[in-house]
Structures are given as C-alpha cells and as structure tokens.
C-alpha cells in the first residue's frame, strides 16, 4: 500500500485583501488606490505642474495665505501650491494660476481640508 503524503494549502489571506478592501487606517494604499482611480491625480506628477505649482510659490513669496497664518516658509516641501476653488477635474481651473494659493502644508491639511468637507467637496 502506498504512502499518501499530505500537503499544505498554500494561504489565501493575501489574495481575499483586494475583494474584501484595504486594512482599515492603511492611508498609504487609500492614496494609491486614489490616484489609480482618479484620472486628473496624475496630472499632480507632470512637469506642468510643478512648473506651474513653482510659478505661485515664487509669486506669492512662499508665503502662506491663510487668513492669520502668513507663515513664510523656506523649505518648499512644507508649502502647498492650493486650488481656491476646488477643480474636481475641471482643466480650466486647475490649471488656472488665479485660483492656486501658497499654503503652508500645516494650513492646507488642517484647516483648508476641513472647510472642503464642510461643503460637501
């Protein structure tokens, strides 16, 4: 009589994450899935953009324009080139120089952030 040998499943739990969605507090795979998802995301990574987003730090003296705030910032990678009017997709205001503002990173996330959502954006 021969010997059957048993074998071992292999683990399903990885591949049920897609179906089942994303861990919740996982903010790094809710961004990509965004930025998968959402068709003018990529416009954030073209070389227009960081010349345009270049073009209102420099106008605005990498100030905050945050009422109260004025914080001037040196370090570029704490300001935010923001839409005063949110684009949802809308070329022409996106890419409009008229309705971007320096923020300071502090300002946009915080308080910029909540007052979108208190509209409903």
């Not at 961004?31 to 003018?40: I, M, P, S, T, Y």
């Not at 990678?77 to 949110?86: G, N």
């Amino acid at each position: 009589m021969g010997r059957s040998r048993l074998t071992t499943l292999k683990p399903k739990l990885s591949t049920l994450a897609p179906r089942i969605g994303r861990l919740p507090g996982d903010e790094k795979q809710r961004l990509r899935d965004r930025d998968q998802n959402v068709e003018w995301r990529s416009w954030y990574k073209t070389a227009r953009w960081q010349k345009l987003r270049w073009s209102v730090l420099v106008r605005d003296l990498f100030t905050c324009k945050m009422k109260g705030c004025g914080r001037v910032e040196a370090d570029t990678s704490k300001l935010v080139a923001d839409h005063k009017i949110a684009h949802r997709g809308d070329q022409r205001l996106f890419w409009d120089d008229q309705n971007l503002q320096c923020l300071c990173k502090d300002c946009h996330d915080r308080l910029k952030q909540r007052e979108e959502r208190r509209q409903g954006w």
